[in-house]
């Protein structure tokens, strides 16, 4: 299985992203990497990695670099030799099965659409975030690629999102909730309601709207909204979640007993943290896309990128994009 990696895309690249690679290579013995990025920039650093010098790995010369703060559309069409482009042309000419990159979001997005191409049907893929939840995961979907949504879109994520999770996780008939702010049906804007009505007739679970301080509840395995209600709840999480351990060490090293009852409770709260932990989950699968699509997180160290290339493993060994096609062709045509 051949997967693309955008090298030079994200915060701590090249050299977080390769040895991502070379993690991930010594895990997974069924893929190969083609790499690319400026060719004579990596091939200095093989000689750190080992793993990266056999003919599993292939690399392609990409001189250009997409930065985050460019014009994502402009980016992706004026710089055809970079790193990013030259990934998803690998995809789109089947030359790779997914790419990943922790780049630009918003050039990630726009290369995906005009360079990999939507699947027929589909009006806009979506960013799916596995995030952790009381009893596993739950998929907040769409968590940023489409702030301004119709009804049917939120159909479609349903279905996507739907696919992924059974393909993927193994997760029989998975229960999706929409995000509202109540659980009644009558509850919600405009969006919401038009979804809903759509939403129990649509060939998925349905399992109803799901209240934000549901989200992690494990009542659900994915909860489908518009990209900018889902930003703002991945990032409400981020900023939660950093207080809360920044409190709470302040508060365990506040006193003598405070800092025995930590060490006493100090496995409890490591695995707390690891389960809290974004480089555990990888990154977010842009679904609805021909091929597989990976963003991993922006600052990703290695393990992170490790764990994004296990994720277009996973994804490849899926069939996402065919479950995808399928799930989509079931649909009946909306008029929003």
């Known amino acids: 299985m051949k997967l693309a990696i955008d090298v030079f895309g994200g915060d701590n ?3 977080a992203v390769l040895e991502g690679c ?3 290579l010594g895990r997974y013995a069924d893929i190969e990497l083609l790499l690319f990025g400026d060719e004579p920039t990596m091939r200095a650093a093989l000689a750190q990695y080992p793993q990266l010098q056999g003919d599993r790995v292939t690399l392609h010369h990409a001189p250009q670099v997409i930065g985050c703060d460019e014009p994502p559309t402009q980016a992706v069409r004026g710089k055809k030799e970079s790193s990013l482009v030259r990934a998803l042309t690998a995809v789109r000419e089947g030359e790779a099965a997914c790419v990943v990159s922790a780049g630009s979001t918003g050039a990630l997005l726009a290369g995906a659409t ?8 589909v009006k806009r893929p979506a960013l799916g975030m596995p995030l952790p939840s009381l009893t596993g995961q739950t998929m907040l979907m769409d968590c940023g690629a489409n702030v301004d ?3 049917s879109y939120l159909v479609q994520f349903a ?3 739907s696919a992924y999770l059974t393909q993927v996780l193994g997760v029989q008939n998975p229960r999706i909730g929409l995000l509202n702010n109540g659980t009644e049906a009558e509850k919600g804007n405009a969006l919401t ?3 809903y009505a759509l939403l129990k007739d649509a060939p998925v679970n349905f399992a109803g709207n799901c209240e934000a301080r549901d989200i992690l509840s494990g009542a659900f395995d994915a909860v489908i909204c518009d990209g900018f209600a889902g930003n703002v709840v991945i990032k409400n ?3 939660l979640a950093e207080a809360i351990f920044t409190m709470l060490k302040r508060e365990l090293t506040a006193d003598v007993r405070s800092k025995l009852g930590a060490a006493l409770a100090g496995p409890a709260f490591r695995r707390l943290k690891r389960v809290m932990d974004y480089t555990e989950y990888g990154g977010a699968p842009l679904l609805g896309a021909e091929g597989g699509v990976i963003k991993a997180h922006g600052s990703s160290n290695a393990k992170a990128f490790a764990a994004a290339i296990g994720q277009a493993r996973n994804y490849a060994l899926g069939h996402v994009s065919d479950a995808i096609r399928e799930g989509i062709a ?3 045509e909306i008029e929003d």
């Open 13 to 15: 690249a090249p050299q």
């Open 149 to 151: 949504c119709k009804p």
């Open 159 to 161: 279905v996507m999102s």
């Open 114 to 121: 005009f360079i990999v191409r939507r699947i027929q049907g």
């Open 193 to 195: 309601k038009a979804a």
């Open 237 to 239: 999480l981020e900023g």
């Open 22 to 24: 070379a993690a991930a």
């Open 330 to 332: 079931l649909l009946p």
